[in-house]
């Protein structure tokens, strides 16, 4: 590749369709959480900038949950009577005051923002793949035909420390293959914990294969190391190159760490961009690894300290679920992260609290794939697949429905009930909640239709909010401290305005299924699970999901404030950026619950 051809899909078209792209989800993202104030104008709407001087024109359908469904053919921009080019990192300076910010972000936040625009560019010169052609593709074609990212962030790829070499060797939407690098680590300083039944030997020989092993035992016997007094850690490439090489370097030169080089086999990066999946031995685990690139409000490293609990809290899950005859009706399951290892460098750990970038560096863990559970004729596909939106403007949902043969609403029920009924009843009868975005959910599919669901990143991610509840020692991480009055925005947040409101969004404009429709199919299932537990009728009443309405909780005010780090991990609840209200979409379908009266 010469040094122009890494650069090729930067064309001025490109860039030009981006930035109009970008400031579409703009405005839409941030007139929904209040940040913008559109005013009606000429049959339209317009936002003017700080100083009053430019102001951008656009047309929008206003639904549920108060979604903006800005048309981005629209948007016109204009100063002093002049109409000037749509340039996103502009749109960001002229709203800095109303967007809140700071002088010490707003650099940065542009460049998430270049990095973002720069994603898009080159996801524009793929091939266009319709997504009734998606519907059809296996897993992994899926994964990476993703064009979007996650739905609210505005500045969702920003990836910064990746240079366009690495963007286009690690990036997910790229699909290269990559081989990861594998280090072995002094025991004296490294852990690796796994779950029930693993043993440590006999894992990477399952994993990796004897003549691998016995490659990396070489390795280490010709520099005079005994084998036995290391364990293995696969790393990212980058975090390889740009990080360990340099920022640890005294534990290379000491001999706490040996570089044994790649592994044999090959892997795709996932949405998550710090996941791969194997593709030479799909069967095989995902391996995820520290990351030390800032992307969407964090620095995606892993830590060392967390690792050492992760495969007891898969295991603790994995049982519950097991033993709860309603989750087992529902077909729910996860991927467990079934072992982890962790390196501590014990001179930053001096340096540093616990929540430090340098103590997240070296670690990794591996999670069960999906791909051994499958039945005949079932296929599989994330959940962030359901909000993708083809150059036609079909959405991937959409297909699926048209590929499934069924009523939208019976599509639909089937959907809600592998997803959202576990969701629901996780939270009301254990107080546990899961983060269950779009990337952390993979659907099992069956011809189009929704079979089951299954849950991911497990033991970063879940919480138990019931401050009495009995946990074993090692799984005691996972409590947490919510205030009574938010401990439902867990739902209505994560799932009915993070996640349903798009997909409601996306059929309605396609003439599949009206948002009322949508909405009173997801009280109906939520009726009939609340029907099926009458011992929880005291839970039902005390956290009304019927409720008229509840906050707004505004992710992009959380990146706004701080790109870097934007919840303080000590305190999640009370990162939280709460303005106003939304009106609950199921409010209207409250009735007479079956529970009694409200």
Not at 213 to 236: K, M, W
Request: charged fraction near 25%.
């Amino acid at each position: 590749m010469t040094l122009a051809d890494a650069v090729a899909h930067l064309s001025p078209e490109r860039w030009g369709t981006a930035n109009r792209l970008l400031i579409r989800k703009a405005l839409a993202e941030f007139a929904h959480e209040r940040l913008i104030h559109p005013e009606s104008e000429d049959g339209g709407y317009v936002v003017r900038s700080d100083d009053g001087n430019t102001a951008y024109r656009f047309s929008a359908v206003r639904r549920a949950l108060d979604h903006w469904q800005v048309d981005a053919a629209s948007i016109t921009r204009h100063r002093d009577g002049t109409e000037l080019p749509l340039a996103a990192l502009d749109f960001f300076i002229e709203l800095k005051e109303s967007l809140g910010l700071s002088d010490e972000i707003l650099p940065v936040y542009l460049e998430e923002i270049s990095s973002t625009l720069s994603g898009t560019c080159y996801k524009l010169t793929k091939p266009r793949i319709s997504s009734a052609e998606l519907a059809g593709s296996g897993f992994q074609a899926i994964e990476t035909g993703m064009t979007e990212g996650h739905p609210c962030f505005v500045a969702n790829n920003g990836r910064l420390g990746f240079g366009i070499h690495e963007y286009l060797s690690y990036a997910p939407e790229t699909a290269s293959p990559v081989r990861l690098v594998w280090l072995a680590a002094h025991r004296s300083r490294a852990a690796f914990t796994a779950g029930a039944g693993i043993a440590y030997e006999d894992f990477f020989r399952e994993e990796l294969g004897e003549p691998t092993l016995n490659r990396f035992r070489s390795t280490l016997t010709e520099q005079g190391l005994d084998p036995a007094d290391y364990l293995l850690i696969p790393v990212h490439p980058w975090q390889w190159w740009n990080k360990l090489s340099v920022t640890f370097a005294a534990e290379v030169a000491r001999r706490h760490l040996v570089c044994l080089g790649e592994g044999d086999d090959e892997y795709l990066a996932q949405q998550s961009i710090r996941t791969f999946f194997n593709s030479s031995h799909p069967e095989k685990h995902y391996v995820k690894t520290a990351l030390s690139v800032l992307n969407m409000g964090f620095m995606r490293g892993l830590s060392a300290a967390y690792m050492e609990a992760t495969p007891a809290i898969n295991d603790w899950l994995a049982q519950l679920i097991e033993n709860d005859p309603v989750l087992k009706a529902t077909g729910l399951s996860i991927i467990r992260e079934r072992a982890a290892v962790g390196y501590r460098h014990l001179e930053y750990e001096q340096a540093t609290d616990r929540y430090s970038p340098y103590r997240k560096m070296l670690a990794a863990l591996w999670r069960e794939s999906p791909v051994p559970s499958l039945q005949d004729g079932e296929s599989l596909a994330t959940m962030a697949s359901l909000l993708h939106v083809d150059h036609a403007g079909a959405s991937f949902a959409g297909a699926l429905i048209e590929r499934s043969g069924l009523p939208p609403t019976e599509w639909l029920r089937r959907y809600l009930r592998a997803y959202y009924t576990p969701l629901l009843h996780s939270f009301y009868a254990y107080d546990l909640v899961f983060m269950p975005h779009g990337e952390n959910v993979v659907l099992v599919l069956e011809n189009g239709v929704v079979r089951r669901a299954v849950y991911k990143d497990i033991a970063e991610e879940i919480a138990v909010m019931d401050p009495d509840a009995v946990l074993p020692p090692e799984v005691r991480r996972i409590r947490v401290e919510v205030p009574d009055d938010k401990k439902l925005l867990s739902v209505f947040t994560d799932v009915f305005d993070c996640f349903f409101r798009f997909l409601a969004a996306h059929l309605a404009t396609e003439g599949v299924l009206s948002e009322d429709e949508f909405w009173r199919t997801v009280a109906e299932v939520t009726r009939a699970y609340q029907a099926s537990a009458p011992e929880l009728a005291g839970k039902f009443r005390r956290y009304d999901i019927f409720a008229p309405e509840f906050a707004l909780s505004c992710l992009n005010r959380l990146q706004l404030r701080d790109n870097r780090q934007m919840v303080d991990l000590a305190d999640p609840s009370g990162a939280l950026q709460l303005v106003g209200t939304l009106r609950n979409p199921l409010a209207q379908f409250a009735g007479q619950g079956t529970w009694g009266e409200r």
